[in-house]
């Protein structure tokens, strides 16, 4: 199973992904094909629609204090569920999708989600801080949803407008 990264500002990206029921093997070779591409690419969270597979499937390895990301800390959500949320954080989010572009986005500093894990085991998980912003980040991708779409009107305008130049940029052979 070859995997990409799905890039703004492709559809696909817009789709909500559909819960689970079958855990069987194929979700298992989308899980362990996601790991290698999220670490490749520096990052600490990724939902399967961004691999173009629209499943309520998302990965996170929040990095140690050496900047590490062992697979024992890796989490697998599947089917993911806020339960609880309460305080507010704000943190510069940046996205695999959504390269090369940082902004602060307002989340909740605390939550609590239950999920399955690969073998439909149910568990719940506390987050604060880092963690809990990156799961609110990877279920947004499962309901279609953007960080960028958290911006401020005008400064989502200044973000389409500075995209769309690096596109073109990225796409034109430089001389």
Request: aromatic share 6%; glycine share 4%; with cysteine.
């Amino acid at each position: 199973m070859k995997l990409n990264i799905v890039e703004y500002p492709d559809k696909r990206l817009r789709q909500k992904s559909k819960r689970v029921e079958k855990f069987d093997k194929e979700l298992h070779t989308l899980l362990d094909n996601m790991y290698p591409i999220m670490i490749g690419t520096n990052g600490i969270g990724l939902a399967a629609i961004q691999v173009a597979h629209a499943k309520q499937v998302l990965i996170l390895n929040i990095p140690e204090e050496d900047g590490e990301q062992p697979v024992d800390n890796l989490i697998e959500m599947i089917n993911p569920i806020i339960t609880h949320k309460d305080g507010e954080i704000i943190y510069q989010e940046g996205c695999l999708s959504v390269p090369t572009f940082y902004e602060d986005i307002k989340r909740f500093e605390n939550i609590t989600v239950n999920f399955q894990d690969r073998d439909a085991n149910t568990k719940t998980l506390e987050a604060n801080g880092l963690l809990s912003v990156a799961i609110q980040h990877e279920i947004d991708h499962l309901n279609g949803i953007l960080f960028i779409d958290k911006l401020a009107y005008s400064r989502r305008k200044k973000f389409e407008k500075e995209y769309k130049r690096m596109q073109k940029e990225k796409k034109s052979p430089s001389n």
